[in-house]
């Protein structure tokens, strides 16, 4: 049980282009999912806490309009990278929270690298 | 002082030996407390979560947690060559149940 799955597993986009990651609760609803990103060799970085069908909640520093998070459905959350820069390539990973659960569960990661 | 810290290794143990990996926090208002095992390139895998003080064993881990000495362990009995990773360490942020502090990870390393 708990498997969460991401979309894609690795992108490559130009500078200046969006991209969409898809993050899905497979076995079980997610009433939280928690974005993060991750640089090579560095801890886990909090980016956003979204809650099902509210606006999602970021951590100081993380630019909102950049980072648009939508958590639509207990099982569906995407975060895109609008207008994405070299800087933003990292490794992005959600994770997901069951009803009264305080364990999270992190699906298998995105990827990006901007060019 | 770091909220949540570990030393960052690399930890090399013996193959079959045990491996014993420690975390400390600052805030003494935290209840949850988990352990996590990162492989290199790939995504955080929940390995043991504690809520209350003393041992929890699962399989060849084993959580220890110290409420009043602010301190959570993980022992890992036989150590296989697949357990080589980096373990991180979380608590849960006071005030909020489900958001996490991460510590940066010790790296392990078991060595055949």
């Known amino acids: 049980g708990a498997v969460v799955s991401q979309h894609p597993s690795w992108v490559i986009c130009k500078s200046g282009t969006s991209v969409k990651i898809e993050c899905r609760s497979l076995d079980f609803q997610a009433t939280t999912m928690f974005w993060y990103r991750q640089f090579p060799k560095q801890s886990l970085m909090l980016m956003a806490t979204?809650?099902?069908?509210?606006?999602?909640?970021?951590e100081q520093g993380v630019e909102k309009d950049k980072f648009l998070i939508n958590h639509a459905s207990l099982t569906l959350s995407t975060l895109t990278v609008t207008s994405a820069h070299p800087e933003d390539s990292s490794f992005y990973i959600c994770?997901?929270?069951?009803?009264?659960?305080?364990?999270?569960?992190f699906g298998p990661g995105t990827r990006l690298t901007v060019t | 002082q770091k909220e949540v810290e570990q030393n960052s290794g690399p930890l090399s143990v013996p193959e079959g030996a045990i491996a014993s990996l420690n975390c400390t926090y600052s805030d003494r208002g935290s209840q949850s407390f988990f352990w996590y095992r990162q492989y290199s390139g790939k995504s955080p895998e929940l390995i043991m979560s504690i809520y209350s003080n003393g041992d929890k064993e699962d399989g060849r881990f084993t959580a220890q947690l110290n409420k009043a000495s602010q301190y959570v362990s993980l022992l890992i009995r036989d150590s296989q060559p697949s357990d080589s990773a980096t373990y991180l360490c979380a608590v849960n942020r006071r005030g909020n149940n489900y958001q996490l502090i991460w510590g940066a990870g010790t790296k392990l390393i078991i060595k055949p």
């Open positions: 979204s809650n099902e069908g509210s606006k999602a909640t970021y």
């Open positions: 994770s997901a929270r069951g009803r009264g659960a305080n364990e999270q569960y």
